[in-house]
């Protein structure tokens, strides 16, 4: 890599950093850390996406391109989802599904062979000089996935040095998703974003395996009213039980 490239790698990076904790939640994702995420891989559109394959279907969709960026919350079926879903578990955007391991940052020359990708359908809906990387993230239950994909033109695949990127900010951009996903539920008043602050605190204790009566000693309040707060938290969350708050509380921490 030259001076030139390096220094301008470097820029885009530092430009990054400065937008990891971006205000605006979107459907996903800020757009506009899309927007340099993109800058700083040099690829020419980036996607981030929430796909549900049991259903075949996206839960929502987020895009990045030279030409501006865009989301789609609840994609309307159409005949390219419909194609999409028709040739899915041929293609090798079906690996996570297939895969027990959603830590790694793969390119697409990593899961097929050129030859292979070009005779299968679905590079139909890409330019044949395209190539690919993807990260993925679970998203709930068994299909249930959050993915950023990446896609360069010209010939030039993405490098060790793209996927090293990406490897190091995996758990940045999932707190990125994660911290926004709670501004969401906050403003639609929904999930653990309703809570209030001493529910929150109650939560916690309960999750850190604390009983009622520890957590009225903690807090300096009664075990009545910690099975109060308890009750509230349930209706809130929309469960019935300590297990289940616990989890939701899990699915709304950085990770």
């Keep these: 890599m030259s001076v030139t490239a390096r220094a301008a790698s470097v820029d ?17 994702l800020p757009l506009v850390l899309l927007e340099r995420l993109r800058t700083a891989l040099g690829c020419d559109a980036l996607a981030f996406n929430a ?7 996206h839960r929502f969709g987020q895009a990045a391109t030279e030409d501006g960026s865009g989301e789609w919350p609840e994609p309307e079926p159409d005949e390219d989802e419909a194609w999409f879903w028709q040739h899915y578990w041929g293609a090798d955007c079906s690996w996570p ?3 027990t391991d959603l830590t790694q940052v793969l390119r697409q020359s990593d899961v097929t062979t050129r030859r292979d990708w070009l005779a299968n359908p ?20 068994p299909g249930q996935t959050l993915r950023l994909l990446a896609w360069r033109e010209g010939g030039r695949d993405f490098d060790e040095n793209d996927v090293l990127l990406l490897e ?3 758990p940045h951009l999932h707190a990125a998703y994660l911290k926004a996903e709670a501004e969401r539920q906050r403003l639609s008043g929904s999930g653990v974003g309703r809570l209030t602050g001493r529910q929150r605190d109650v939560l916690g204790l309960v999750r850190d395996g604390h009983t009622n009566y520890s957590i009225g000693r903690a807090l ?19 469960v019935s039980s300590r297990t289940a708050a616990v989890m939701e509380l899990e699915q ?4």
């Design 12 to 28: 885009a990076l530092w430009e990054l950093h400065e937008v990891l904790h971006a205000e605006g939640p979107g459907v996903g």
């Design 51 to 57: 796909m549900d394959s049991r259903k075949a279907r």
């Design 97 to 99: 599904d297939r895969a």
């Design 122 to 141: 679905m590079s139909e809906l890409f330019p044949d000089d395209a190539h690919e990387v993807m990260t993925v993230w679970p998203d709930g239950g």
């Design 168 to 170: 190091l900010l995996r």
């Design 220 to 238: 300096g309040i009664s075990e009545g009213t910690v099975r109060t707060h308890l009750q509230n938290i349930y209706a809130l969350l929309g």
């Design 252 to 255: 709304s921490l950085p990770r």
